[in-house]
């Protein structure tokens, strides 16, 4: 295992080097979005309409963040379950998107979208949230405010803590990590 430290926007070369259970610090600029926001991206995809973002080399994280108390920039901000974003992930991946964060294991579409097209599932420490909004620093809503919490934010985020999780070449850390530890 590894650590790797990125600036996004990331590229399929930084992504085609990591292999499940590197640690990976990113600073620079994530996105947030749920399974309502995906929605909405691919039907602005579907209807080549301008993203709120620009996809390729993005890293979007699947949270809905607590409000900010007063004088921070976001709240608590844990990771939420990334299956339910697993309808809408093949399209963006396809698009350029390079990184995903969550929590629990993608499926086989999205793992044949991430080693097609060089992408990689992270995973950030559930019950962690209030330690994983001190990554936050700069945080701003940009698309779809009707979601309210799960409006696509722009954070700006300085050491950001993920593991891998799912590489680009298949590597599953929920399959390997019970192997390596079951008793025969």
């Known amino acids: 295992m590894a650590t790797y430290r990125f600036t996004t926007p990331i590229t399929e070369e930084d992504i085609r080097k990591l292999r499940v259970g590197d640690e990976v610090y990113f600073s620079g600029v994530i996105y947030t979005a749920r ?3 995906h929605l909405k991206l691919l039907e602005m995809i579907e209807k080549d309409e301008d993203l709120p973002f620009t996809i390729d080399g993005s890293v979007i994280y699947y949270v ?3 409000p900010a ?3 921070k920039p976001i ?3 844990g990771p939420t379950t990334s299956y339910r974003m697993d309808a809408y992930s093949p399209v963006l991946i396809k698009n350029g998107q390079r990184g995903m964060i969550g929590k629990g294991e993608r499926g086989v579409n999205v793992v044949e979208a991430m080693k097609e097209h060089g992408a990689v599932y992270f995973a950030a420490t ?3 949230a209030a330690l994983i909004a001190k990554s936050i620093k700069k945080a701003e809503v940009i698309a779809f405010p009707e979601l309210m919490s799960e409006a696509i934010r722009r954070l700006e985020v300085e050491d950001f803590p993920v593991i891998v999780a799912q590489d680009s ?3 599953n850390m929920f399959k390997e ?3 390596k530890y ?3």
């Open 35 to 37: 399974d309502a926001a």
């Open 64 to 66: 809905g963040p607590a």
């Open 69 to 71: 108390p007063p004088g």
């Open 75 to 77: 709240g608590s901000a």
């Open 126 to 128: 559930g019950g962690a």
């Open 169 to 171: 070449y298949g590597g």
């Open 177 to 179: 990590g019970v192997a």
């Open 182 to 184: 079951r008793k025969n």
